[in-house]
């Protein structure tokens, strides 16, 4: 197990590179945080993604900014989260979607969460410290501190 956690450890600090060497300062990561096999990010010119310090990504998380992203510190994720800062419009019936554009709110995700597996976390929503989001959700709305939030985005507010 150990010799596993090390390989996965070299192979981020190595795709930590790289998103650094191709986005500047537009990207920045804390030390010890590291990532799975097909962890993603798409970064439009003009964005950027914060992620805090001994972070952890899951297998197939990937990040879509359009605007901005923050991640706290000692915030952990679960298989295939995704998360999107836009979203595409649609209210013009006479134009294509894909032609009407986007919608951007910045997403922050506080320190100590637990993201599940198959989360999504949408455009302007933000996140509380020591929160946990379930398998499934979507969260469209934000989430207050000290929570864990179930599949159809009820609040049990619970001392964690």
């Not at 804390?30 to 096999?37: A, D, I, Q, S, Y």
């Not at 995704?82 to 979203?87: A, E, F, L, P, S």
């Not at 410290?129 to 009820?154: F, M, W």
């Amino acid at each position: 197990m150990v010799i596993l956690k090390i390989y996965w450890r070299i192979k981020a600090m190595v795709k930590t590179l790289l998103f650094k060497l191709m986005f500047g300062k537009r990207f920045s990561i804390g030390k010890n945080t590291t990532f799975r096999k097909n962890f993603g990010i798409y970064l439009e010119k003009g964005a950027s993604i914060k992620i805090g310090s001994d972070c952890f990504f899951n297998r197939g998380c990937s990040i879509n900014c359009l605007k901005k992203v923050t991640i706290g510190n000692h915030t952990i994720f679960g298989e295939n989260v995704k998360i999107y800062d836009q979203n595409h419009r649609f209210r013009d019936r006479s134009k294509l979607i894909r032609e009407q554009g986007y919608s951007v709110g910045e997403v922050h995700i506080g320190k100590n969460c637990w993201i599940c597996t198959n989360a999504v976390i949408l455009k302007g929503v933000t996140i509380g410290d020591n929160t946990v989001i379930g398998a499934g959700c979507v969260v469209y709305k934000d989430i207050p501190a000290n929570s864990v939030v179930k599949n159809s985005q009820e609040l049990l507010i619970e001392a964690l």
